[in-house]
């Protein structure tokens, strides 16, 4: 019987399917941007908490906050590249309509089912292209596919490099000669501390600069961490 059903239920208008998919990309667009301001807004606030670390010369916290940022400008990079990309799957669908006005029907695109692959790799985006993956592959625009693994092969000191590079680069945009000025030796005394004192590192900093600035720097965290998210 379902399959009678199947046979006399008239085909989704290729047009229509464009239009709410396109409707639905350019919200998940819009949200985008949204998270982008807030991340970028957040980030003004953590500058200023690393101007007034590096003036009390707590370059500990001068330099976590700094790895806040540059997670932080790593996730707007990526948001913009996830907006690129579903722009770019809009350019193909409409492409598809325009064939199908042709041959009658919407035809496979690899270059769409490429797009969705990545997107799904992202975790912002994973939930919303699934279920776009599903109403594509059920109209025939893209095959039904395993989402694979996110390749994590990089080498992990060499990234750390990376991020530690960045760091101090940030440091010096921010917090400029007031970080300059210490000591290339006591600077990076000051901001070694090793795991197995981690403990007691964050014991004495508390009792030498207060439990506030502990407390303010972890609220700092978590708000960009919730950004985003």
């Known amino acids: 019987?379902?399959?009678?059903?199947?046979?006399?239920?008239?085909?989704?208008?290729?047009?229509?399917?464009?239009?709410d998919w396109q409707r639905k990309l350019r919200q998940e667009c819009r949200n985008i941007e949204r998270q982008i301001r807030d991340i970028q807004k957040e980030e003004r606030t953590v500058q200023k908490a690393i101007k007034e670390a590096a003036k009390r010369n707590d370059m500990v916290s001068a330099k976590a906050l700094a790895k806040e940022i540059v997670s932080a400008r790593r996730t707007?990079?990526?948001?913009?590249?996830?907006?690129?990309?579903?722009?770019?799957i809009s350019m193909h669908l409409g492409e598809s309509?325009?064939?199908?006005?042709?041959?009658?029907?919407?035809?496979k695109s690899a270059e769409v089912m490429k797009l969705v692959n990545n997107?799904?790799?992202a975790p912002q985006m994973a939930a919303t292209?699934?279920?776009?993956?599903?109403?594509?592959?059920?109209?025939?625009?893209?095959?039904e596919f395993v989402n694979e693994a996110i390749d994590n092969a990089l080498d992990s000191e060499d990234m750390e490099e990376e991020i530690d590079e960045e760091v101090d680069k940030v440091l010096t945009a921010i917090a400029g000669e007031t970080a300059a000025e210490l000591p290339e030796a006591v600077r990076k005394e000051r901001i070694k501390v090793p795991a197995q004192k981690a403990s007691?590192?964050?014991?004495?900093?508390?009792?030498?600069?207060?439990?506030?600035?502990?407390?303010?720097?972890?609220?700092?965290?978590?708000?960009?961490?919730?950004?985003r998210s």
């Open 200 to 227: 007691t590192s964050r014991e004495e900093e508390a009792i030498a600069e207060g439990v506030d600035d502990e407390e303010e720097l972890e609220e700092i965290r978590a708000r960009l961490a919730k950004v």
């Open 1 to 19: 019987m379902e399959k009678v059903m199947n046979l006399i239920k008239p085909k989704p208008d290729p047009k229509q399917l464009l239009r």
């Open 97 to 107: 309509v325009a064939v199908a006005r042709t041959v009658g029907h919407l035809s």
């Open 76 to 88: 707007v990079n990526r948001l913009y590249e996830n907006k690129a990309q579903m722009n770019s």
């Open 129 to 143: 292209m699934q279920e776009f993956s599903k109403e594509m592959t059920k109209a025939g625009v893209i095959e």
């Open 119 to 121: 997107l799904m790799k």
